[in-house]
C-alpha cells in the first residue's frame, strides 16, 4: 500500500515548537558567552584559580549600581545601595566612611532629613580624618536646619559628631572619653584673651586680635603651673556642660530661646566685624598724618611734675617730721604727677597737685597734704612743661583715635544701607501704648500727661541738668 508524504505547512498553534527551540539555542549560546567572559574575567585559560577577585568585581557592581541611581535621581534608592555596600566586610576605613557620607547624602537629596541625620552619626564610630568628620557634620547642620531643630545642632554636634575622638595633639586629660588636648586649652585661653585685644585696642582687625592672641596664648602656657590653671577651667566648663545636658537643661525652652538670642547676636556682630575690619585695612599713613594734623590739641604732652614724696600715718607725725626732712628721707614717686589726673602711686587730689605744680623744683612744701587717710609731705624735682607731640610719639594714639572713627562711620554706613533694603515699618500708636503700659506696672505712670508735659519742657529740663552737673563739677574740684 502506496503512502504519499505531506509537505504542507502546519497551521496555528504547530508554530510554537520552533520558536521555543530558537529560544532555547539563543540562550544556552548566551550562557555560553556568559560562561567565556567569566572566565576572561578570572583571568582565562590556565591562569589558576582568581576567586579573591569576586569581591572586588561585587564591590564596584554595587558602586557602579549606586553612581548609576544618583545619575538618575533616585537618590533613595542609591542610598540603600551605598549602605550595602559600606557594609561589605574587608572595607578599607576610608572606603566606610566614603559609602555612610553617599548614604547620608542621597537620603538629604530626598528630602529625609531625619534618617540622613541618624546615618551621618556613624561617624562617631569611624577611623577618619578629622576634614571627613567636619565634612559630616556640616551636613548634619544641614539636616538641622531643614528641620527646623537650630536649637539641637551644638548638642547633636558634641554628642554625635565628635571632632576630638581622634585628638591631634598632646592629650591632657580626658572627661568622659572625651580628650582634652594642649591644641584645645590654647583656643580656650586664646579666645579670652582676643576679646580683651580688642577692647584695648580699636585698630586691631579680627585677623591681627586673633593672630596676636594666639601667640600671647602660647606665650602664657609655656608655664606648667599655668597651663595646669587653665586645664582646670577647661576641666570646669566640660564637666558643667556635660551635666547640664545630662539634667536635660539644653532642651528647655530657656535655653532654645537663649541659644536663638545668642546666634541672633553672634551673626549681627559678624556682619558689624566684616564691615569694620574693612574700614581698618582702609588706614594708611596719609590718613593717620591727616588726622593727627586736624588734631594737634589732642596730641599734646600735658604740663607735669616729677616728685619725691614722704608718707606719714598721722598729721602729727608729719609735722614733726617737717622741720627735720633731708633728701635721703623722701622716695621717688611712681611717675610724674600730671594736671587732672592721679597721682601715680597716691590717688587722686587737686590739693596735692596743685601744691605740686606751685613748688619751685628742688624745693619741699612746708605742709603736709592728707590723701586717703595717710598724710604726704611732697618735694618738687623736676617740672615738664606743655609740648606738642610729634607724629611718630603719638601714632599709637593717632591710630587708635582713627581706628574709633572709622569703626563708627563704618556701622553707620552699614546701618544705613541695611535700612534702605529692608522695609521697617515703627507702629507709633503701638509703640506708645506699651510704654504707657510698662509705666503703669512699674507704677510710675500714675500721671501720663504730666509725665509727657515734663518731658516736653525742654528748656526746664536742661536747666536743672546744668544746675546738677555743676554741682557734680565743683564737687569734683573739692574733691
Not at 602664657?220 to 595646669?228: A, F, K, Q
Not at 551635666?243 to 528647655?252: F, K, M, N, T
Not at 546701618?415 to 515703627?426: C, H, M, R, S
Request: charged residues 30%; hydrophobic residues 40%.
Amino acid at each position: 500500500m502506496s503512502q504519499s508524504l505531506d509537505f504542507s505547512l502546519p497551521q496555528g498553534p504547530p508554530r510554537k515548537g520552533p520558536r521555543l527551540l530558537a529560544w532555547l539555542t539563543l540562550g544556552c549560546a548566551a550562557a555560553s558567552l556568559a560562561i567565556l567572559v567569566l572566565l576572561l574575567l578570572r583571568g582565562g585559560f590556565g591562569a589558576g584559580p582568581a576567586r579573591s577577585s569576586e569581591p572586588a568585581l561585587a564591590r564596584e557592581h554595587l558602586r557602579d549600581v549606586a553612581q548609576d541611581l544618583e545619575k538618575r535621581a533616585l537618590y533613595r534608592e542609591a542610598a540603600e545601595v551605598w549602605g550595602e555596600y559600606a557594609a561589605i566586610p574587608g572595607l578599607e576605613p576610608a572606603d566606610v566612611a566614603e559609602a555612610v557620607f553617599l548614604r547620608g547624602k542621597n537620603l538629604v537629596d530626598a528630602g529625609d532629613y531625619g534618617p540622613a541625620a541618624r546615618v551621618l552619626t556613624e561617624y562617631e564610630h569611624l577611623d577618619v580624618s578629622q576634614a571627613s568628620r567636619r565634612r559630616a557634620a556640616e551636613l548634619i547642620l544641614e539636616c538641622l536646619s531643614a528641620l527646623g531643630k537650630e536649637e539641637a545642632r551644638e548638642s547633636l554636634l558634641e554628642a554625635y559628631t565628635s571632632f576630638d575622638a581622634r585628638p591631634e595633639g598632646i592629650v591632657l586629660a580626658r572627661v568622659g572619653g572625651e580628650s582634652i588636648t594642649i591644641e584645645g586649652v590654647r583656643k580656650q585661653v586664646a579666645a579670652q584673651i582676643e576679646s580683651m585685644l580688642r577692647m584695648q585696642d580699636a585698630a586691631l582687625t579680627s585677623e591681627e586680635a586673633a593672630r596676636r592672641a594666639q601667640e600671647l596664648a602660647r606665650e602664657r602656657l609655656e608655664s606648667p603651673e599655668t597651663l595646669e590653671q587653665a586645664l582646670q577651667q577647661v576641666i570646669s566648663l566640660e564637666v558643667l556642660y556635660r551635666e547640664a545636658l545630662a539634667r536635660d537643661l539644653g532642651s528647655s525652652p530657656e535655653c532654645a530661646e537663649a541659644v536663638k538670642e545668642f546666634r541672633r547676636s553672634y551673626l549681627a556682630q559678624k556682619l558689624i566685624q566684616r564691615s569694620v575690619d574693612d574700614a581698618l585695612r582702609s588706614i594708611g599713613p596719609t590718613d593717620l598724618e591727616n588726622h593727627y594734623k586736624a588734631n594737634l590739641d589732642e596730641y599734646v604732652e600735658k604740663p607735669a611734675v616729677e616728685f619725691s614724696v614722704q608718707k606719714f600715718p598721722t598729721e602729727a607725725a608729719a609735722q614733726a617730721a617737717l622741720a627735720s626732712l633731708v633728701d635721703s628721707d623722701f622716695q621717688k614717686g611712681a611717675g610724674p604727677a600730671v594736671q587732672g589726673e592721679p597721682i601715680p602711686g597716691i590717688g587722686r587730689s587737686a590739693e596735692a597737685t596743685a601744691h605740686l605744680f606751685a613748688l619751685d623744683e628742688g624745693k619741699a612744701g612746708g605742709r603736709a597734704i592728707e590723701i586717703g587717710g595717710a598724710w604726704y609731705v611732697f618735694r618738687c624735682d623736676r617740672k615738664r612743661e606743655k609740648r606738642q607731640k610729634s607724629l611718630d610719639e603719638a601714632l599709637p594714639q593717632v591710630r587708635a583715635d582713627l581706628a574709633r572713627a572709622k569703626q563708627a562711620e563704618a556701622a553707620e554706613k552699614l546701618q544705613a544701607e541695611l535700612l534702605a533694603k529692608y522695609t521697617v515699618d515703627i507702629v507709633a500708636e503701638d509703640l506708645r501704648k506699651a510704654a504707657a503700659e510698662a509705666a503703669a506696672e512699674t507704677g510710675s505712670g500714675g500721671d501720663e500727661s504730666g509725665g509727657e508735659e515734663s518731658g516736653g519742657e525742654e528748656s526746664g529740663g536742661e536747666e536743672s541738668g546744668g544746675e546738677e552737673s555743676g554741682g557734680e563739677e565743683s564737687g569734683g574740684e573739692e574733691s
